[in-house]
C-alpha cells in the first residue's frame, strides 16, 4: 500500500508535495520521495528511506524547483525495501522524462514483464511499476493520456497513479477502482492525493475523487478527463474504510470516521456484551469502531491502551521469540482503569492474531476479569492481490480456525466479528460494489500467476 500525490501550477511545488506527504505518512513508512518538474532545467527526483521527515528536508527541497511536482510514500514487503524500489520513478525517454507513482498492486505484471524482457527492456527495481514506464516510452501516441490509456491496455489489477509527461500532470484509477485517489485546488493549482486528509493539511478544497476508469490530464491547456479503458464492475476496497485509510478523510466519496463508527455501532447491535464496565480501543485504528461501539451500547468508552506513537505501522513477527516484546514496545495497559473489570476490547481487524493475543494477555495481566473481543470487520481468511500486504493463508489466523477457536486461541472471555452482511451494510454507499475477497474469497480477478513474487516485487 502507498500513499500518492501531485500537483499542477504552484510555483512552490515540491514543498507543498513534501507536507502533503506527511498526511500520507500512514499510507507507507518504508521511503518516500518527490519528483518535480522545472520547465526549463527539466525533471529532478529526491528519494529517501524510512518516514517522510527522515527521508529529506527543506534544504533537499531547494533542489526542487518548477511548478509540477508528484509524491509518494511507500508501504511494501520485506525484502524489497531498498531505494531503488522508492516512488516515484523517474525515467528519461526519446520524448523527454516520465515520472511515476503509483498506489496498489499489478496483477499481471510478471507476465507484463516478461513480455518487456523478452523486447529487451532492462530493469532496475523489482517493482510492478516499472513496468508502467517501460509502457508509457513505448507508445506513439502524441497526447500524454493517449501514452497512458496506450500504457494501460492489457493491465490488470489496482492501481492509482499520478505520471508525469513532459510537463503535463495525470492522474488515473483503474476501472474497478479498489484505492482511493481524489482531486482538489489550491488557489489556481490543480491537486492529486490518496486521501483528502491531504488536502486539508494544505487548506485545499476537495473538488471530488477520480473516478473508476479515468485518466485525468492537466497541463497548459487546460484539465481533460476521458476514460478510454474497458469498464469493470466497481470493486472499492472496503478495508480502506476498516483500516487503512485516515478516519478524517473522504475516500470513496464517505467519510472513513462515520464508516468505522457504523462498524463500531454494528458491532454493538449484532455482538453486545451486557454487563461489561467500559469499551476501548486498540489505539489508533479502531478509536472510531469503538467510539461506535460505546454509542450505540451506552457502555462508557475508556482509554485502557496507550500506544507509543513513536513506534511505525509494522505488523509484527510472528515467529520472533522476541513478539511479546514487541507489543510491549507498542501498547501499554493502564492497570488503574483495567484493575478488577469487565471490558470490551474493539479491534477494527485481526491478521495473524499475534499482536491481539498479546494485548489480551497484557489486558489481563493489567488486572482485566473479563475481556470480550469485537472485531469491526469479518475474519480476514485471504491473502489480498490488490495492494494490502497481508500474509499468505497458512498464517491467517481467520483462515485456519472456527471463531471459537480463535476466541480460545487469543484467550478471550468471547469474541464477536461483524459478518460479512453487516461489514458490507455499515460502509458509504454499501452494500455493492466493494472488493472484500480477503474476507469472503470472491477474487474480482484470477489470482496472479506468481502471488508470492507478486507480494515480494510488489511496487506498492
Ligand atoms: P494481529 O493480531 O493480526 O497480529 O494484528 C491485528 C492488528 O493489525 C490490528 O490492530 C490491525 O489494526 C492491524 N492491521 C490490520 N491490517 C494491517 C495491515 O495491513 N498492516 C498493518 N501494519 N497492520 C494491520
Ligand atoms: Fe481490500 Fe481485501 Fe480486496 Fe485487498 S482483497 S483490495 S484488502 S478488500
Ligand atoms: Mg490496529
Known amino acids: 500500500m502507498c500513499g500518492i500525490f501531485g500537483i499542477y501550477g504552484h510555483e512552490h511545488a515540491a514543498e507543498i508535495s513534501h507536507l502533503g506527504l506527511y498526511s500520507l505518512q500512514h499510507r507507507g513508512q518504508e521511503s518516500s520521495g518527490i519528483v518535480a518538474v522545472d520547465r526549463q532545467k527539466g525533471a529532478r527526483a529526491l528519494k529517501g528511506m524510512g518516514l517522510v521527515s527522515e527521508g529529506f528536508g527543506a534544504p533537499d527541497l531547494s533542489g526542487l524547483g518548477g511548478d509540477i511536482a508528484i509524491g509518494h510514500t511507500r508501504y511494501s514487503t520485506a525484502g524489497s525495501s531498498t531505494i531503488e524500489n522508492a516512488q516515484p520513478v523517474l525515467a528519461r525517454f526519446r520524448d523527454g522524462h516520465i515520472g511515476l507513482a503509483h498506489n496498489g498492486n499489478l496483477i499481471n505484471a510478471t507476465e507484463l514483464r516478461h513480455e518487456l524482457e523478452d523486447a529487451g527492456s532492462i530493469f532496475t527495481s523489482t517493482m510492478d511499476s516499472e513496468v508502467l514506464v517501460h509502457r508509457l516510452a513505448r507508445s506513439s501516441a502524441t497526447r500524454p493520456e493517449d501514452r497512458l490509456a496506450d500504457a494501460l491496455r492489457g493491465v490488470e489489477g489496482a492501481y492509482c497513479l499520478v505520471v508525469l509527461v513532459g510537463d503535463t500532470l495525470l492522474a488515473a484509477r483503474d476501472p474497478r477502482g479498489w484505492r482511493p485517489l481524489v482531486m482538489g485546488k489550491l488557489g489556481d493549482a490543480t491537486l492529486f492525493a490518496s486521501e483528502s486528509c491531504a488536502l486539508d493539511l494544505l487548506g485545499a478544497t476537495l473538488i471530488r475523487e477520480v473516478e ?134 474493539v479491534d477494527d481487524s485481526i491478521v495473524r492474531g499475534t499482536t491481539t493475543r498479546g494485548l489480551v494477555s497484557m489486558v489481563r495481566n493489567a488486572g482485566a476479569r473479563e475481556v470480550h473481543l469485537r472485531v469491526g470487520s469479518s475474519p480476514i481468511t485471504g491473502p489480498c492481490y490488490y495492494g494490502i500486504d497481508t500474509p499468505t493463508r497458512e498464517e491467517l489466523i481467520g483462515a485456519n480456525m472456527t471463531i471459537p477457536e480463535i476466541s480460545a486461541e487469543l484467550g478471550a472471555d468471547s469474541l464477536g466479528y461483524l459478518t460479512l452482511e453487516g461489514m458490507l451494510e455499515s460502509v458509504p454507499g454499501g452494500p455493492g460494489g466493494f472488493c472484500h475477497a480477503c474476507f469472503s474469497g470472491d477474487y474480482p480477478t484470477p489470482p496472479p500467476a506468481d502471488p508470492e513474487k507478486l507480494r515480494f516485487g510488489c511496487g506498492c
Open 212 to 345: 473508476r476508469g479515468e485518466i485525468i490530464a492537466v497541463d497548459r491547456d487546460g484539465i481533460r478527463s476521458s476514460f478510454p479503458l474497458d469498464a469493470h464492475e466497481s470493486r472499492k476496497c472496503v478495508f480502506e474504510y476498516v483500516y487503512f485509510s485516515r478516519p478524517d478523510s473522504t475516500v470513496f466519496g464517505g467519510s472513513v470516521d462515520r464508516a468505522r463508527r457504523e462498524l463500531g455501532r454494528r458491532l454493538a447491535r449484532d455482538f453486545p456484551a451486557p454487563g461489561a464496565d467500559f469499551v476501548f480501543s486498540v489505539p489508533d485504528s479502531s478509536n472510531s469502531a469503538a467510539l461506535g461501539f460505546a454509542e450505540e451500547s451506552g457502555i462508557p468508552l475508556e482509554l485502557a491502551l496507550i500506544r507509543n506513537h513513536y513506534v511505525g505501522r509494522t505488523f509484527l513477527q510472528p515467529t520472533q521469540a522476541g513478539r511479546d516484546a514487541k507489543v510491549k514496545v507498542k501498547y501499554n495497559a493502564v492497570k488503574e482503569v483495567l484493575r478488577g473489570k469487565s471490558v470490551v476490547m
